[in-house]
């Protein structure tokens, strides 16, 4: 088993920035793709950002590209999203998921269904 833990949310003016932090703990050998998404009151959740194990490739939602950067760090188990510019459109709970199945080093997934094992959230709010 995998337990994610995320940290890093808050209330922050727009046009700030927030550093959220994913820590993974347990079985950390099965940690492979890492994602983040993000879910709004009323809306479905959505995915934002995610990363390969290796780290050397990422894909992000078009609203967050220029904005957003995913990293990870695996020798602290760790995943990163730094958020700039952020708008208060960007006000939701955000997750980190991982995904258990190696698929290479390479691979990454936007797909939610793809993910194994997913943290509680940490809630972003950006104010106007």
């Known amino acids: 088993q995998v337990q994610l833990e995320e940290s890093g949310g808050g209330l922050v003016q727009a046009g700030g920035s927030l550093t959220l932090s994913c820590a993974a703990s347990g079985r950390t050998s099965s940690t492979y793709a890492m994602g983040w998404f993000r879910q709004a009151p009323g809306k479905e959740r959505e995915f934002v950002a995610a990363i390969s194990w290796s780290g050397g490739r990422t894909t992000y939602a078009d609203f967050v590209k220029g904005r957003f950067t995913i990293s990870r760090d695996n020798a602290k188990n760790t995943v990163y999203l730094q958020m700039n510019s952020l708008k208060p459109e960007d006000t939701a709970l955000y997750y980190c998921?991982?995904?258990?199945?190696?698929?290479?080093?390479?691979?990454?997934?936007?797909?939610?269904?793809?993910?194994?094992?997913w943290g509680q959230g940490t809630q972003v709010t950006v104010s106007p």
């Open positions: 998921a991982a995904d258990a199945n190696y698929s290479g080093d390479h691979y990454y997934t936007p797909w939610d269904y793809e993910y194994d094992y």
